[in-house]
């Protein structure tokens, strides 16, 4: 089973709206005139969003990463069974903390969870990258990053029905886009949030593509982000891109939790640097 | 590889280039990389599928004496991040970074300060990395940069194909049976052949072949 719902035992509904069901799904929502920056975070340190950095794992009390709520680890079995267990390992390679740091500079009050869909030894089998990801859509979060991709074609229709699935589980699904001119996934997906790399040095610059499939472009050009052992280092690539705007996320669904990924997105375009005037 | 595959790669280990070819392609590439980054060493290190380790195979610059042939775990260090997620990634200040395999590099008497990586993809498959390190200090990197490494790396990645299938066609050569080094030496012979009727007359047999062979083999 792909679908998280139908995997969850929901059964499938009927889609139809007779006219005195109208009513029942009248919206309280308010929308101001102008969406602002001010509007959809301001105030906001992420508290209570959740985020999970599917990555390399994470560091433990970094002091640029802090405390994580959960951090776990995916593998297969010897039958290619998915197991999940707690991750003692941390980090393996610097990169999810590098991620992690990020969303905790933007987001100091989300709740950051760590599931690492790498190991020692690994040369990049998606079928990992796919039990982390469905793990990951089935726990809830608010916010999933995922600074990763996979070129292998047959594993594409399967994370397009779990970023689907995601999508109408109000989970965000965060992605790097690929920064060679390769065909990869998930990132060419419409239900995913696509980032690449921009070159200003400020974390909130953020701009709208208009002319997708990457949708945003976020700082990704010499970053000082956190790295294992405690330290620091200098980088850049769409990988650390995509965690901005993943911060920028949680900041918003701390602030609007009601929003959806479709009205999140709407936010993020109508806030970007380069729409209207958020500079 | 089915029969008809194995056949194949016999046949063109015949009529292609030979390893050394493949190998002075790959140090023209990392060559080429470091002048345009103006770094002081470049290198591509190759997947070794069976032991899961990472070889370097082209090395130019610092290290270029003793590297070549030194392998270490796939999935270690910045080069193996880069082969199992299939992205790049530029880091500035490596050597303050415990994953990064420094063991290696220390053996060499080179520990490079700086560091891009990008992955040598051939369609579905990571074949490598491509290394560009210790670019010069007082530049900024930029997204330009980033483009012309993804660049390289797509270009080498090209070679980097061409040469595993040639080893590969040579193992089936020195493994296989006496029949598929006799189709391989006569096209080699064949397509050796100076005068060009006697060569086109030697396709045209070698075609006749194929379709004596069956039909799912195929000779261009």
Redesign the interface.
């Known amino acids: 089973m792909i679908d998280v719902a139908a995997h969850a035992g929901e059964s499938l509904p009927a889609w139809s709206l007779p006219k005195d069901a109208v009513e029942r799904i009248s919206l309280p929502f308010h929308w101001p005139d102008r969406v602002t920056r001010e509007w959809a975070w301001g105030g906001s340190k992420g508290a209570g969003a959740r985020v999970c950095i599917l990555d390399s794992g994470v560091e433990t009390n970094h002091p640029m990463v802090g405390d994580l709520e959960s951090a776990v680890a995916i593998s297969l079995g010897e039958n290619e069974e998915v197991l999940v267990a707690q991750d003692a390992l941390g980090d393996l390679s610097g990169h999810g903390t590098a991620c992690a740091g990020i969303v905790r500079g933007l987001a100091p009050e989300s709740r950051i969870s760590s599931v690492r869909v790498l190991e020692a030894g690994f040369t990049g089998s998606g079928g990992i990258l796919l039990a982390g990801l469905r793990y990951a859509v089935e726990q809830g979060f608010d916010v999933i990053n995922m600074s990763l991709s996979t070129t292998k074609k047959p594993f594409a229709a399967v994370l397009h029905e779990l970023a689907d699935s995601a999508y109408f589980r109000r989970t965000v699904l965060v992605a790097s886009a690929h920064n060679m001119p390769v065909e990869s996934y998930p990132w060419r997906f419409s239900s995913v949030i696509s980032v690449g790399s921009h070159e200003v040095p400020d974390p909130l610059t953020f701009f709208y593509n208009p002319t997708p499939p990457v949708e945003f472009f976020g700082r990704g050009v010499n970053v000082r982000v956190a790295w294992t052992g405690g330290r620091s280092a200098a980088v850049s690539g769409n990988s650390f891109a995509t965690p901005h705007i993943a911060g920028i996320c949680a900041l918003i669904l701390a602030k609007h939790p009601e929003l959806t990924p479709f009205q999140l997105k709407s936010v993020l375009y109508l806030t970007a640097s380069n729409v209207g005037d958020h500079t | 590889m089915t029969d008809s595959a194995d056949l194949r790669a016999a046949v063109a280990a015949g009529v292609t280039g030979s390893e050394e070819n493949y190998r002075t392609l790959l140090s023209a590439i990392v060559e080429v990389a470091r002048a345009i980054f103006g770094a002081k060493a470049s290198s591509i290190l190759l997947?070794d599928?069976e032991t899961?380790e990472l070889v370097f195979a082209a090395v130019v610059g610092e290290g270029e004496e003793n590297l070549v042939g030194v392998r270490f775990?796939?999935?270690?260090g910045?080069a193996?991040?880069v082969?199992?997620?299939?992205?790049?990634?530029?880091?500035?200040?490596?050597n303050?970074?415990?994953?990064f395999a420094s063991d290696v590099a220390e053996d060499t008497g080179f520990v490079p300060k700086g560091l891009m990586a990008?992955?040598l993809?051939h369609e579905?498959?990571?074949l490598g990395v491509l290394e560009v390190l210790d670019r010069p200090e007082q530049s900024?990197?930029?997204?330009q940069e980033?483009?012309l490494l993804?660049m390289f790396?797509?270009q080498a990645a090209i070679a980097v194909d061409l040469l595993l299938r040639a080893r590969t066609a040579e193992r089936i050569l020195m493994q296989g049976n006496g029949e598929l080094a006799a189709v391989a030496r006569l096209a080699q012979a064949i397509a050796g052949l100076e005068d060009e009727k006697q060569r086109k007359a030697g396709l045209e047999l070698l075609r006749n072949l194929t379709s004596t062979l069956g039909p799912q083999t195929s000779f261009r």
Request: aromatic letters at 4%; charged letters at 25%; a negative charge.
């Open positions: 997947l599928d899961h775990p796939a999935g270690t910045i193996g991040w082969l199992a997620t299939r992205t790049p990634l530029v880091i500035e200040d490596v303050k970074d415990p994953r990008a992955p993809l579905e498959r990571a900024l990197f930029s997204l980033m483009e993804g790396a797509n």
